[in-house]
């Protein structure tokens, strides 16, 4: 079973840094590139970064490009998201999603999401 | 960067009704498009990609249709369930977006 739990989640203030990890289990991690999605409080779903799977490149939302930082250490089955220079606008439910980027393309699982709030 | 729009933002609707959402891309995106729906608290969970494929699980009442700019999602008889937020999204390339999404309310 495809299972993905995020952490690392928390209250940090405006300038602060945070990391995020999604533990991937059920499947070939390194086969697979991931994504985070956030979302914030009742709002919609705001694309964030992705990493692939063959060659880790990596892709960023203009949003924060220059403040997080995506990487995956594939020994460990592991997505992190480094970010740094937190804004009250990062406030968010931050989820990891397991993309599907060979002959069709989609992302098939989610986790629950892991909650980051910056605030004073 | 590709936006797409959905329409409408609010949808309300009767058991056994047939529904139609349109996400609409700002430029050729070929079937790259998938329909996600997501409830209340919950993660968002995938019904279609490729525009018109129905993931595995996912009852047959929902459909997708389109290509290029214009796509639907149609629920043929809206079943209680089927209450929640929808989102379609693109891969055409990067930066991926989201539509800004269409609320089900279920009468």
């Known amino acids: 079973e495809v299972q993905l739990v995020e952490s690392g989640g928390g209250l940090v203030k405006p300038g602060g840094s945070l990391r995020l990890s999604c533990a991937a289990s059920?499947?070939?991690?390194?086969?697979?590139?991931m994504h985070w999605v956030r979302q914030a409080p009742g709002k919609g779903l705001e694309w964030v970064s992705c990493?692939?799977?063959?060659?880790?490149?990596?892709y960023y939302a203009d949003s924060v490009k220059g403040r997080f930082i995506v990487s995956r250490d594939n020994a460990k089955n592991s997505l992190f998201l480094q970010m740094d220079s937190l804004t009250a606008e990062d406030t968010a439910l931050y989820y990891c999603?397991?993309?599907?980027?060979?002959?069709?393309?989609?992302?098939?699982?989610w986790g629950q999401g892991t909650l980051v709030i910056v605030s004073s | 960067d590709i936006q797409l729009t959905q329409s409408p933002s609010f949808l309300s609707a009767s058991v056994g009704d047939r529904v139609t959402i349109t996400c609409r891309a700002s430029?050729?995106?070929?079937?790259?498009l998938a329909w996600l729906q997501q409830k209340p608290g919950k993660a968002p969970k995938l019904l279609i990609f490729?525009?018109?494929t129905l993931q595995s699980g996912v009852p047959s009442r929902f459909s997708g249709s389109g290509y290029g700019t214009e796509f639907t999602l149609t629920i043929s008889s809206l079943q209680p369930e089927d209450f929640g937020t929808y989102y379609c999204?693109?891969?055409?390339?990067?930066?991926?977006?989201f539509g800004q999404g269409t609320r089900l309310e279920i009468k």
């Open positions: 999603a397991r993309y599907h980027d060979t002959g069709f393309f989609y992302v098939d699982y």
């Open positions: 990493i692939r799977g063959f060659n880790s490149n990596t």
């Open positions: 059920g499947f070939s991690f390194s086969s697979y590139s």
């Open positions: 490729a525009a018109s």
């Open positions: 999204q693109h891969f055409k390339d990067f930066p991926i977006t």
């Open positions: 430029q050729d995106i070929n079937s790259l």
